[in-house]
C-alpha cells in the first residue's frame, strides 16, 4: 500500500454492484424500506469510500506526519487499520453476493477467474513497474518483481472465503434460533479456525536458521555489494530479524520479489529520525536493510480471517430484517472481537501489522466492525446521506480511485507533464502554493491531501452518473 498500502474491496463481483439491501429470500420486516431487487447497501459503498479515503490520506499524509504512517513494528496506528477494513468490507460483500448459490461450480469457475485477475492487477500495479510520484520512468526487471501485495492479499482472502460460502454453509436449515445459525456455519467457521491454527503454529514453532542477504552499501562510494549475514536459530521470534513470516517469504519468494522498503527500517534500531524514515544509526544492526513484505504468504492466511470476519456480519444482513437486531447483533459480535484482541494483546501476543498477529487481526476486526454498524445507522436507518455522498461515490468506483490514486498512476502522468524542470508540474506547484498560503509545509501537505481526497470524490461521482464503473 504504497500502504502496504493500500486496497479495498474492490468490487470484485458483477453481482456486487447490486447488492440488495435486504434479501429477497427474506421477508422485509421494516415496511417503510423500498423493496427494490436491485437496492445497493449503501453505507457498505460508505464503507469502502472510507477506506479508500483514508488510504489516500495516510499514504501521502504519513511523510509529513510519521505519526499518520504505519507502526514501525509494533503497535497500531491510523494507516494500520486501512487494510483490515479492506478485507472485512469484502467478507461482508461475500455472504450478500453468494447468499443464494444456484450452480456451485459455476460460481467457483467465477470466483476462480475473478481471483486470478486480482491478483494479476497487482502485480501489475505494485510489482515495480510503475515507479509512482515524483519517478518519472516505469519498467521492472522481472528477476526482481514484486510478486505479493495488497490487491494479492485481497485476492487472497476473498478466495478463501468465498470457497468457503460455496461448499461448506448448509443452506439446507432455515435459521429461527441461534444454535440453528451457529449449524448453518459451523464447518465454515471450523475450516477458518484451521486456517488460524496452521498460521499459529507455523509463526510459534517454525525453526528459522541463520540467513544472508545482500545489499548495496550505499556508505562507500559507489554502490558496493555487500553480504550481511543475519543470525537466528531460534523459533517463535516475533521480532524483524527472525520470525517464521519473513523466513518462508524468503525460502519461497526469494528476497528479491519481497517488499524493498520494509517498515522496521523505521524503527529505533535502524533510523535516527524514528518513526519515520531517516538514517541508520551507528550501531544498527545488519538486517535493518534487509527485505521483508507486509503483504507475504504466511501473513495473508491471518489477514484472510478477517473477511471471515466480515463475511459473518454479511450473514447477519441476509438472515436478519429488523434494523435493530442487525446493529445490536453486529455491536455484540464487534465490541466482543476488541475485548479478546486486547485480552491477547495482555496475554503477550503483540499488535504488529507486518506479521498480522492475532490480537491485530481481532482488534482491526472489531473496529471494522464497529465503523461499519455506525455508518449503517447513520446512513441506511437515517437514512442522512447528503454529508457521506462523496466517500460513497468513491465506494461504488473503489477500484478506481485505488489504482489511479492510491497507487499514484494520475498524479504520476500529470507531473510528466511539466515546464522546463521536472519539479516545475502541476502536482508539486499546487502543493507547494498551499504550503506557501499556510506557511506551513506539514499543515500545507494535509490541506493539500485534503483537496485531493474530495477531487477524487467528485471524479468518482461523475463516473457514477456516467455509469461507468471498472469490474473484475
Not at 103 to 108: E, H, I, L
Not at 213 to 224: A, T
Amino acid at each position: 500500500m504504497s500502504t502496504e498500502n493500500q486496497i479495498h474491496d474492490v468490487e470484485v463481483a458483477d453481482e456486487e454492484q447490486r447488492t440488495p439491501l435486504i434479501a429477497h429470500d427474506v421477508e422485509v420486516a421494516d415496511k417503510s424500506l423500498p423493496s427494490l431487487p436491485n437496492q445497493r447497501l449503501v453505507s457498505l459503498d460508505v464503507f469502502r469510500g472510507l477506506t479508500v479515503a483514508l488510504m489516500i490520506l495516510v499514504d501521502d499524509v504519513g511523510r509529513a506526519f510519521p505519526s499518520l504512517n504505519h507502526s514501525p513494528w509494533f503497535g497500531v496506528t491510523l494507516a494500520d487499520f486501512v487494510m483490515p477494513f479492506f478485507l472485512f468490507g469484502v467478507g461482508v460483500s461475500i455472504g450478500l453476493v453468494f447468499k443464494k448459490v444456484s450452480s456451485k461450480p459455476n460460481a467457483t469457475k467465477k470466483v476462480i477467474v475473478r481471483t486470478i485477475k486480482l491478483f494479476l492487477l497487482g502485480i501489475l500495479l505494485q510489482g515495480g513497474y510503475f515507479h509512482g510520484r515524483g519517478n518519472l520512468t516505469y519498467g521492472i526487471d522481472l528477476n526482481k518483481i514484486r510478486w505479493f501485495g495488497v490487491l494479492q492479499r485481497i485476492s487472497i482472502g476473498y478466495f478463501l472465503a468465498s470457497m468457503s460460502e460455496i461448499w461448506l454453509v448448509n443452506n439446507n436449515i432455515l435459521v429461527g434460533s441461534p444454535a440453528a445459525f451457529a449449524r448453518k456455519y459451523s464447518i465454515q467457521w471450523m475450516f477458518s479456525i484451521i486456517l488460524c491454527s496452521v498460521y499459529l503454529c507455523l509463526l510459534y514453532t517454525l525453526y528459522v536458521p541463520n540467513w544472508k542477504f545482500k545489499h548495496s552499501n550505499l556508505l562507500w562510494s559507489g554502490r558496493v555489494s555487500t553480504i550481511q549475514n543475519v543470525h537466528c536459530e531460534m523459533r517463535g521470534s516475533l521480532d524483524p530479524p527472525c520470525n517464521a513470516v519473513g523466513f518462508i517469504d524468503r525460502l519461497i519468494l526469494g528476497e528479491d520479489h519481497m517488499y524493498q522498503r520494509p517498515v522496521y527500517r523505521r524503527t529505533k534500531e535502524c533510523s535516527v529520525n524514528s518513526p519515520d524514515y531517516g538514517p541508520l544509526p551507528p550501531d544498527s544492526p545488519g538486517w535493518c536493510l534487509a527485505p521483508f513484505d507486509p503483504e507475504g504468504i504466511l501473513s495473508s492466511l491471518m489477514a484472510a480471517i478477517t473477511c471471515f470476519m466480515g463475511l459473518q456480519f454479511g450473514h447477519v444482513l441476509v438472515i436478519f430484517q429488523d434494523h435493530k437486531q442487525r446493529v445490536l447483533l453486529w455491536s455484540v459480535f464487534s465490541f466482543s472481537l476488541l475485548v479478546v484482541g486486547y485480552i491477547l494483546e495482555i496475554l503477550g501476543i503483540p499488535l504488529s501489522k507486518a506479521l498480522y498477529t492475532l490480537s491485530y487481526m481481532f482488534i482491526t476486526a472489531g473496529a471494522s466492525g464497529l465503523v461499519l454498524t455506525a455508518i449503517y445507522y447513520i446512513v441506511d436507518i437515517e437514512r442522512f446521506t447528503k454529508p457521506t455522498v462523496l466517500l460513497q461515490w468513491m465506494g461504488m468506483n473503489a477500484l478506481i480511485v485505488y489504482a489511479l490514486a492510491a497507487c499514484d498512476i494520475l498524479p504520476a502522468i500529470i507531473q510528466g507533464f511539466y515546464y522546463r524542470s521536472p519539479e516545475n508540474n502541476l502536482v508539486d506547484v499546487c502543493e507547494a502554493l498551499i504550503q506557501n498560503i499556510l506557511h506551513s509545509k506539514k499543515w500545507g501537505t494535509l490541506a493539500f491531501v485534503i483537496i485531493e481526497i474530495l477531487f477524487w470524490g467528485l471524479l468518482a461521482g461523475f463516473l457514477h452518473k456516467k455509469g461507468m464503473y471498472i469490474k473484475l
